[in-house]
């Protein structure tokens, strides 16, 4: 039998390590907090606080042009399940986007929804936008996917769009009438 010394266990360690550990995103550093909102559904059920992050205050339409990193960050005062996110997600794309829209990006949109997972109260999740990079989804500081940036400007308007989750909640985090 053959016997292992440290150096190999070390080794062996290494190597299996990149493999098993999960990527973890780092904060992006260049960005400022532009506004915070509480979401709550029918006035008094806590469902999530959202922020918003970007290089400088701008308007909606710069944010969803396409043109500058941003990220919104939400953490969830209450347990959501995994289909309660989609259903709500697809709804309010619906309102926000044409058939057409939605047909072109549904790969996408199921991507990014496959991706999605149950949240439990104090979870955090950030949908991040970078020109360079795309979307990408971290849940609990953990990468979990990364789509092309002609998700963006489409998917970011159910809560920047014309037809938002919450007008309130909009003009809260963009930084008031911007």
Known sequence: M???GI?????LTI??????????AEKSVNLTK???YRYTHNFFLKIYDVTLYSIEPCSREKLLSGDVPFEL????LREIQRNDI???SNRMLEKNLSAQEILALSDQIKSLHSAYRPVRKGDTSILRYSPSNGTTLIINGIEIIQLPSKLTCQYFR???G???ISLQMREAIIGFNQ
């Open 2 to 4: 053959q016997r292992f």
């Open 7 to 11: 150096n190999h266990v070390i080794a």
């Open 15 to 24: 190597c299996i390590l990149p493999i098993l550990a999960p990527i973890y």
């Open 34 to 36: 532009l506004g915070h």
């Open 73 to 76: 960050e939400f953490t969830y």
């Open 86 to 88: 989609i259903k709500v």
């Open 158 to 160: 159910i809560w920047l």
């Open 162 to 164: 014309d037809n938002p």
